[in-house]
T-cell receptor
Framework: DTAVSQTPKYLVTQMGNDKSIKCEQNLGHDTMYWYKQDSKKFLKIMFSYNNKELIINETVPNRFSPKSPDKAHLNLHINSLELGDSAVYFC?????????????FGPGTRLTVT | AQTVTQSQPEMSVQEAETVTLSCTYDTSENNYYLFWYKQPPSRQMILVIRQEAYKQQNATENRFSVNFQKAAKSFSLKISDSQLGDTAMYFCACNTGANSKLTFGKGITLSVRP
């Protein structure tokens, strides 16, 4: 029943490690996104994909690499984790690109880097 | 580039009363959409209401309505008959351009008192 799911929901890891967060949507949407919500709750787009094609790539360290194996999945891999990467990462999807499109968010993954 | 400003960090309202959350934005685009999203303690992001810039009529969804002042670039959210379940962070957001880039404000924490 879950529309947009993320795994894991919580991730605790040490500095320097590499980790991945997975996202899946069962809504049949074409467009998927990654957002980062920092400790002050500020939400900022990182990446978006449309039909597996990278559309938005904000100013994000190249340690972050998104991968979309198909339209229903968008994963986020993070290399050499740093303390400042601690945040909640949200995956979202929308039916297609477009101004009016509602974005459906996943439950978020709280990443804590120690 | 667009910016979204929510200057009130938090507000409190008595149950059953009405509260208005403020938001201003700035964009050079002629067509855009504005959104209010709700983030309760569960962390899930939920769309509350949306408004197309070309529509003069203010959007309404049950107890939620907006006051859209295009010239002033203001987009406030009015919650009528506040309920305890309305306690959450509320984010104002602006979507412009073909890439569906959603820009969020910093959010406001709303507490509904019993």
């Amino acid at each position: 029943d879950t529309a947009v799911s993320q795994t894991p929901k919580y991730l605790v890891t040490q500095m320097g490690n590499d980790k991945s967060i997975k996202c899946e949507q069962n809504l049949g949407h074409d467009t998927m996104y990654w957002y980062k919500q920092d400790s002050k709750k500020f939400l900022k787009i990182m990446f978006s994909y449309n039909n597996k094609e990278l559309i938005i790539n904000e100013t994000v360290p190249n340690r972050f690499s998104p991968k979309s194996p198909d339209k229903a999945h968008l994963n986020l891999h993070i290399n050499s984790l740093e303390l400042g990467d601690s945040a909640v990462y949200f995956c979202a999807s929308s039916q297609a690109l477009g101004l009016a499109r509602e974005q459906y968010f996943g439950p978020g993954t709280r990443l804590t880097v120690t | 580039a667009q910016t979204v400003t929510q200057s009130q960090p938090e507000m409190s309202v008595q149950e059953a009363e009405t509260v208005t959350l403020s938001c201003t934005y700035d964009t050079s685009e002629n067509n855009y959409y504005l959104f209010w999203y709700k983030q309760p303690p569960s962390r899930q992001m939920i769309l509350v209401i949306r408004q197309e810039a070309y529509k003069q009529q203010n959007a309404t969804e049950n107890r939620f309505s907006v006051n859209f002042q295009k010239a002033a670039k203001s987009f406030s959210l009015k919650i009528s008959d506040s309920q305890l379940g309305d306690t959450a962070m509320y984010f104002c957001a602006c979507n412009t351009g073909a890439n569906s880039k959603l820009t969020f404000g910093k959010g406001i924490t709303l507490s509904v008192r019993p």
